[in-house]
T-cell receptor, first 108, second 115 residues
Framework: AQRVTQPEKLLSVFKGAPVELKCNYS??????LFWYVQYSRQRLQLLLRHISRESIKGFTADLNKGETSFHLKKPFAQEEDSAMYYCALLGANSKLTFGKGITLSVRP | GAGVSQSPSNKVTEKGKDVELRCDPISGHTALYWYRQSLGQGLEFLIYFQGNSAPDKSGLPSDRFSAERTGGSVSTLTIQRTQQEDSAVYLC?????????????FGQGTRLTVV
């Protein structure tokens, strides 16, 4: 079975503070991991994928197979980062499994 | 079309009535998902279609929920005898399928309100 766990529902930080959104996964194979974001009144959309090893809007995420984690990080949060963030795993039968999501609130 | 399209955008129905929600995926995408997003909750997986394989229905909350995908394209999610707890935003997503960098593209959702 494949599972994605996002242990926190809400993270509130001040502008300029560092952000870490936690994601842990359970999967017996080699995972493909993603972060999706949903801004207010917008569609859910891909933020980044671990294979690309890219930084998008200042966010990065490193796959740690030993800890089965894929935490999303940004050194200095901006107000426009306020959104709901979902971690996702592409596993068996190409099925995409999402975590429950976390709301990030960045205060001025 | 340019993206995943869902209809209707909003649906208000009376408790006990049946509803049908429609999803038009991106052309050529073999994978199609239905999720439910309730107020204050995250994404709840409902059902997954992949090509001609039998759908993964493991997320359907009760036998009042069913979905079909005709011709490998359009999908319809049907909720029979709706209950107030069915009120939520129902999201559809499609992806090219297969392994590798497979991005899922989401529709704008159908907001269902059961009164």
């Amino acid at each position: 079975a494949q599972r994605v766990t996002q242990p926190e529902k809400l993270l509130s930080v001040f502008k300029g503070a560092p952000v870490e959104l936690k994601c842990n996964y359970s999967y017996s194979g080699s995972p493909e991991l993603f972060w999706y974001v949903q801004y207010s009144r917008q569609r859910l959309q891909l933020l980044l994928r671990h294979i690309s090893r890219e930084s998008i809007k200042g966010f990065t995420a490193d796959l740690n197979k030993g800890e089965t984690s894929f935490h999303l990080k940004k050194p200095f949060a901006q107000e426009e980062d306020s959104a709901m963030y979902y971690c996702a795993l592409l596993g068996a039968n190409s099925k995409l499994t999402f975590g429950k999501g976390i709301t990030l609130s960045v205060r001025p | 079309g340019a993206g995943v399209s869902q209809s209707p955008s909003n649906k208000v129905t009376e408790k006990g009535k049946d509803v049908e929600l429609r999803c038009d995926p991106i052309s050529g995408h073999t994978a199609l998902y239905w999720y439910r997003q309730s107020l204050g909750q995250g994404l709840e997986f409902l059902i997954y279609f992949q090509g001609n394989s039998a759908p993964d229905k493991s997320g359907l909350p009760s036998d009042r929920f069913s979905a079909e995908r005709t011709g490998g394209s359009v999908s319809t999610l049907t909720i029979q005898r709706t209950q107030q707890e069915d009120s939520a935003v129902y999201l559809c997503a499609s992806s090219p399928g297969g392994t590798g960098n497979t991005e899922a593209f989401f529709g704008q959702g159908t907001r269902l309100t059961v009164v």
